[in-house]
């Protein structure tokens, strides 16, 4: 019970439920299920559950509820469960009330149990504090080495930044990583120097020099670095054939049918026939390569191709006897389809005796004659009393004491 003066009475007056007044002061109560706290005005419920007051049977269990409790009967369900029709099913301790989240944060029933989730996010720099406030995180004193070594860590709201401590350096010096003291200022690696294009810079302490690369010299008179041109500098000295100046240096090449050589300076023949680059035949010469053709065929034009001869229209004699076939690299001699046979030679044609090879189809009644490229069947009777013996015509004898002659008629 707290006592307040009666100034301060209204309704319930500075009490947070019931408000009474005694001797001319506010005495502040809280209803059943609920005690007063500390602060003699504000009302908490009480966990009848914790401080045993509940009235609950041994065959139950004290469920906490707000201004209350209840009596569950017990049941073989884990905890977060109730039995109901035998079955084991979730309690929504949310629903229930029986969680215990902070005012900061928000309910959330899971299968079994439940999650208290900060009703706000916070932002990076920042943290959750029990009651779900966003309070800010003091990086300088949670990280082990918030700022590198010459730097000091101030802490802000949400963040912190890094104070580089306080040194004097001379130009061409800057402040060591922990601040202590000074060391040179690498002018070439950090690109603060002043050396212009063709030139490289050196660096020196507090200090750098800018020298001529190699292939440049010093132009007084421009006051800058100049390239050399080797090429019109030492004529006929650096490369075999052809110099070509390029910016600090110069290149050497080759003129058609040359390779350089693995030197960079000298120039070696070119086989131009490991390419294939001729129809036919190829004979490589120094610095190019002829192409040529075999018996039969002609070089083009192109230097490349090969053309086939026609040597039958060509000829200002007979290759043939009877016909010239063209044929590529060369020409055959060919004979009429029948009654003829090539001669040995190739050229000439030689006539066919069909009636001695047997190539005739004359009866036997008929006597073969050959002619030139073919032949001829011819028939022929004897006269009376003569009879035909191969192609005799012999005289037949009925009188036997005649003297048999022999006549031949062709």
Request: aromatic share 8%; hydrophobic share 20%.
């Amino acid at each position: 019970v707290s006592l307040f003066s009666p100034s301060s009475l209204n309704c319930n007056g500075p009490c947070m439920q019931q408000c009474s007044e005694v001797g001319g002061h506010a005495r502040c109560s809280c209803f059943p299920g609920f005690f007063l706290k500390a602060d003699g005005h504000s009302c908490e419920d009480e966990n009848e559950c914790v401080t045993n007051s509940h009235i609950c049977q041994n065959s139950e269990r004290c469920v906490n509820t707000l201004g209350s409790f209840v009596c569950e009967r017990k049941s073989p369900c884990p905890v977060g469960y109730q039995l109901r029709n035998e079955v084991c099913e979730d309690i929504d301790e949310c629903v229930v009330r029986s969680h215990n989240c902070d005012r900061g944060f928000e309910c959330q029933n899971t299968e079994g149990s439940f999650l208290c989730k900060p009703k706000q996010t916070c932002l990076t720099g920042f943290t959750q504090d029990s009651h779900g406030n966003c309070i800010d995180v003091n990086e300088c004193s949670t990280l082990l080495e918030p700022c590198s070594a010459g730097f000091n860590c101030i802490n802000n709201v949400g963040s912190y930044t890094c104070q580089r401590k306080a040194i004097m350096c001379s130009q061409g010096y800057h402040s060591s990583p922990d601040g202590t003291h000074c060391i040179d200022l690498d002018e070439c690696l950090t690109g603060v120097h002043g050396c212009d294009e063709g030139q490289v810079c050196y660096n020196l302490p507090g200090s750098f020099r800018c020298d001529c690369q190699t292939g440049y010299q010093y132009d007084a008179t421009r006051q800058r670095c100049s390239d050399v041109n080797e090429c019109w500098l030492y004529p006929g000295r650096l490369c075999a054939q052809k110099c070509e100046n390029t910016p600090g240096s110069y290149q050497c090449s080759c003129t058609a049918g040359f390779s350089l050589a693995f030197d960079g300076k000298n120039c070696e023949d070119m086989n131009e026939c490991d390419s294939s680059p001729c129809d036919q035949e190829c004979a490589n010469i120094y610095g190019s390569y002829q192409c040529y053709c075999r018996q039969g065929f002609y070089l083009k034009e192109d230097g490349h191709s090969c053309g086939d001869i026609d040597e039958c229209s060509q000829s200002i004699g007979n290759l043939c006897a009877f016909k010239c076939v063209n044929v590529p690299g060369s020409y055959q001699c060919a004979c009429p389809p029948k009654g003829f046979t090539m001669s040995t030679n190739g050229r000439t044609c030689r006539d066919i005796d069909e009636c001695a090879t047997g190539g005739h189809n004359c009866s036997s009644s008929q006597s073969c004659y050959n002619v030139q490229g073919s032949y001829k069947c011819l028939s022929f009777s004897c006269p009376l009393n003569y009879r035909k013996v191969s192609d005799i015509c012999r005289e037949h004898s009925v009188l036997h004491h005649c003297e048999m002659e022999e006549v031949s008629i062709h």
